[in-house]
């Protein structure tokens, strides 16, 4: 357990007297692990899952039958870190501003990459602003593989057109994590664009996510006439 390490080594102190934010990634996760294993500490345990799923995104992207499968993880500790990450998931969705101004593709990215990096399938999501761009509220669109047949564009407007909002940017990923668009990406956005004229509201972009990086089609002229 945890106080069986020194306690200058131990999270929990460390976390009293220096504060979460000095902790390392894996002092935070045997914090939650709470138990080593048989000849290995918890600390260690942290650091040896950390490693096995190339850090806080493979362990977020695991699954709970995956975590199980670890030696030393078992159903309750699995399910205990499952459960952390998705209290930092639902904590980094509602965002530290409740309605934060977009100025650039850049402040999109950041409200939304940590979460959307992750997703297994592809998603889409619609940002909606008012007229200072100004975040009415993010909506999910859809889920699973995107293509023009699939996406309709009256279901990515139909929030849009219910909060009378002023504009729309839409953001979808590639669980590949290649953020690079697709001709299908392009053709979708021209779509979206026609319609958004058509409906007075303006599709100021469309974002591509991948692993910690993020395409904007309108900064490379896709989609955009």
Do not use: W
Request: one cysteine or more; a neutral charge.
């Amino acid at each position: 357990m945890i106080r069986d390490l020194p306690v200058d080594l131990r999270p929990r102190e460390r976390m009293v007297y220096a504060g979460s934010g000095a902790l390392s990634t894996a002092e935070l996760l045997a914090i939650i692990l709470r138990m080593g294993g048989r000849g290995e500490n918890v600390l260690r345990m942290a650091e040896r899952l950390l490693s096995q799923f190339g850090g806080l995104p493979g362990l977020a992207q695991a699954s709970h039958d995956e975590l199980c499968l670890v030696h030393g993880i078992g159903e309750a500790k699995a399910t205990q870190i499952k459960a952390a990450l998705e209290l930092g998931r639902r904590l980094l969705a509602t965002s530290p501003h409740e309605r934060p101004q977009v100025r650039s593709p850049a402040d999109v990215a950041n409200l939304l990459m940590l979460e959307m990096s992750l997703l297994e399938q592809e998603h889409l999501r619609a940002v909606l602003l008012d007229t200072k761009n100004v975040v009415i509220r993010v909506v999910n669109v859809y889920a699973g593989n995107l293509n023009t047949a699939v996406v309709r564009v009256g279901e990515v407007f139909r929030e849009a057109i219910r909060a009378n909002c002023a504009s729309i940017i839409v953001v979808h990923n590639h669980p590949s994590g290649d953020p690079t668009p697709s001709p299908e990406d392009v053709r979708v956005t021209e779509q979206l664009v026609e319609a958004g004229r058509l409906l007075d509201i303006d599709v100021l972009d469309h974002l591509v996510i991948g692993r910690n990086r993020y395409v904007s089609l309108k900064e490379r002229g896709l989609g955009f006439r």
